[in-house]
């Protein structure tokens, strides 16, 4: 018993009032405006038919229609595979084709090097030489060029 609120036997409880127990568990007095007779749980209402989003609405219509074109696409490089395979060929013979013409001119390139440098050896250059002294920071300088 709650010393502030004493508790009322049933025979004290005036009509129209009822003792309900509240989710926290206390006893209460409330005044009651519907049946005293306890009311059946309610029935769960049929489930509503949700609408479609939109977006739902434009996937549904892309599906078949980007499986269309796959299946065209499909048969499109079927019936190119012979062309597909004739450029293919055509592909690795340039790349061959460069490659050897790479090559040769490689080959070219150094043989004419060669004979440059060859040619540069037999020619005697003129050697020239320079001797130049200064004395202090500002002094004249004075040299010598020696050509052999």
Known sequence: MHPQHPTLPPQDIPPGVQEVILPSGERALAYSTGP??????????????????????????????????????????????????????VLWSTVAALAAGGAAAAAVIGRVRARITAAQREIQRPHITQHITATGFLGRATGTINHR
């Open 36 to 89: 005293t007779t306890p009311i059946p749980p309610a029935v769960p209402a049929a489930p509503v038919a949700q609408p479609i989003p939109a977006w739902a609405k434009a996937t549904a219509l892309l599906a078949p229609t980007v499986g269309g074109g796959i299946a065209i696409a499909a048969v499109g490089l079927s019936a190119a595979a012979p062309g597909l395979v004739a450029v293919s060929h």
